[in-house]
């Protein structure tokens, strides 16, 4: 893996953490030749899907403009390790990951996540 896709993954890492550190930070643990192996620990959100961290993870690096897939997940008693395969150099997720982004959005501008209904954020 060139040191460029590295640092984006970095990057994307430590935005995952700003935004859940609270109840669950990752970070790289093995670097792969067409990936890597990132561990997530924490007490993590009872009303989130636990997969649902590792989906963020994937939806920040697409946001970046790279093409991932998780290829295994190993859980474990406070957390799970997942291994995350790239895809060809260059390859663009097709459609903005705006759900995602708008969280991010609420969260950093109104410090705390969005109600539940929906239609109160419009």
């Given at each position: 893996m060139d040191s460029e896709t590295k640092r984006l993954v970095e990057d994307a890492v430590e935005e995952f953490n700003r935004y859940h550190g609270v109840e669950a930070a990752v970070r790289v643990v093995d670097w792969l030749e067409n990936g890597f192996t990132a561990e997530f620990r924490g007490s993590f959100c009872l009303t989130c899907g636990f997969y649902d961290y590792f989906d963020d993870l994937l939806q920040l690096l697409e946001s970046r403009g790279?093409?991932?897939?998780?290829?295994?997940?190993?859980?474990?008693?406070?957390?799970?390790?997942?291994?995350?395969?790239?895809?060809?150099?260059?390859?663009?997720?097709?459609?903005?990951?705006?759900?995602?982004?708008?969280?991010?959005?609420?969260?950093?501008?109104?410090?705390?996540?969005?109600?539940?209904?929906?239609?109160?954020?419009?």
């Open positions: 790279i093409k991932a897939a998780i290829s295994s997940i190993t859980e474990q008693s406070d957390g799970a390790l997942v291994e995350y395969r790239l895809g060809p150099a260059g390859e663009q997720r097709k459609r903005p990951a705006d759900k995602v982004v708008l969280i991010f959005e609420w969260k950093r501008e109104n410090g705390g996540y969005p109600p539940s209904n929906p239609e109160k954020i419009l």
